[in-house]
């Protein structure tokens, strides 16, 4: 008689808990990462102080959140899936008993408690440099729309490492996406270009971001702009999220 044994599938907390202990220690341990989610939004603070009146601080503040978290998508985000998946780590992690869905979650979620905790930073620092004060409610509300914000940006970087399977040809096309989003977003929020494209910059998802942080932090009353802004962020959320999810490709090949 042939005895069989049973594999034991460990549960799915301590999957999830061991998953999210490696993708933490591996984000932290990353210089491009630390760049791109700390330095930058820091480094448009400084630059925005030290180039006197460029704007309201809350809008100021709002833009640098905004500018760090595309970045953390669209550059680091995006390349780093695309790097490990080149190197075979969701083949590897795929034979294991743990749930596709949940190496996914815990990449997802790691990335999001770190530009929560970047913007957070990001308004404690801002407020000290541009001398001024939010109440309770505006730092909440300007939490809010920063995780609107990353999941924008994220679900972006997701469809963008889904549809093409290049690490070159992602790190290419984030940074060609990450510098025309920010310059419509400057030269939208500015009106330098006339009011057609400003309207036009108000639905991308730089200007849509901007203009909902302009109106929680009452910079600009709650229009059309900020209800725009709205609707066009949670449709670029579920576009892009499934374009991600349905295209994703777990090998290189």
Known sequence: MTDTLTPIVPPLSLTLRSLLRADTAVLFRSRQALVLNLLLPLIILFVTNRGGKLGNPGFLIGMAITYGLLSSALIGYSTTVARDREAGVFQRLRVTPTPTWAIMVSRLTVQLAMNLAVSVLVMIVGSIMHNTAFTVGEYLLMLVISLLGAAVFLSIGQALVGVIKSVTAINA??????????????FGSTGILGDDFKNFAAWTPVGALINLFSAVLNIAPWGSDATNGLIASLGYIVVFAWLGIRWFRWEPQ
């Open 173 to 186: 096309i984030g940074r060609v996406l990450f510098i025309a989003l920010v310059l419509t977003g400057i």
